[in-house]
């Protein structure tokens, strides 16, 4: 099955600073990654994904960008705020088979101090 | 508001009681899963279903049940809660096969 690696597992920035998480999948036939922001004590919520036949997507402060040939893809926020703090969870998923399963990297936590 | 519903928010629960954990959500959406949540773990999913009558085992279903028999339920079902089951567990649904997820508040279990 597929295999999600992230790093790293703690992040500390300044505000203002970028901020960059990497994953990595073993699946080839992935093709959907999709990044989740879970606030203390709350839900996951997405925030951005792409798909495999696209490179580089951008929303505002936050971007992913996805290597095909390295099978790794990653998170950047730009510009960071002390809202950003939280833990933030990549997953790979539309593998072998056709997957319905989301697998999901272990989340990196983001520190963002003032 | 579109929204997922679990319930309850809080459970604790001895060793071999059965339980249910509700899931509803008002989307109209066909796709519905359960995760758990471990330290350290990230989420892992439990069991997904693509459509009403329709489920399948995600990565960890083992010491689990769950139905489908309306488009907007899908409740979890331990019916022998052991303690390596307590854990922070989520419920989602997507309109397109786990794409896109929307997740409900989530529901602390302990099994003591």
């Known amino acids: 099955g597929e295999n999600v690696e992230q790093h790293p597992s703690t992040l500390s920035v300044q505000e203002g600073d970028s901020a960059v998480i990497k994953c990595t999948y073993s699946d080839s036939a992935s093709n959907y990654f999709p990044w989740y922001k879970q606030e203390l004590g709350k839900r996951p919520q997405l925030i951005i994904d792409i798909r495999s036949n696209v490179g580089e997507k951008k929303d505002q402060r936050i971007a992913v960008t996805l290597n095909k040939t390295a099978k790794h893809f990653s998170l950047h926020i730009t510009e960071t705020q002390p809202e950003d703090s939280a833990v933030y969870f990549c997953a790979a998923m539309g593998g072998s088979g056709g997957s319905y399963i989301p697998t999901f990297g272990r989340g990196t936590s983001l520190i963002v101090h003032p | 508001e579109a929204q997922v519903t679990q319930n309850p928010r809080y459970l604790i629960t001895v060793t071999g009681k059965k339980l249910t954990v509700t899931c509803s959500q008002n989307m109209n959406h066909e796709y519905m899963s359960w995760y758990r949540q471990d330290p350290g773990l990230g989420l892992r999913q439990i069991y997904y279903s693509m459509n009403v009558e329709v489920t399948d085992k995600g990565d960890v279903p083992e010491g689990y049940k769950v139905s489908r028999k309306e488009k907007r339920n899908f409740p979890l079902i331990l019916e022998s809660p052991s303690p390596n089951q307590t854990s922070l567990y989520f419920c989602?649904?997507?309109?397109?096969?786990?794409?896109?997820?929307?997740f409900g508040s989530g529901t602390q279990l302990s099994v003591l």
């Open positions: 989602a649904s997507s309109f397109s096969g786990g794409e896109k997820l929307f």
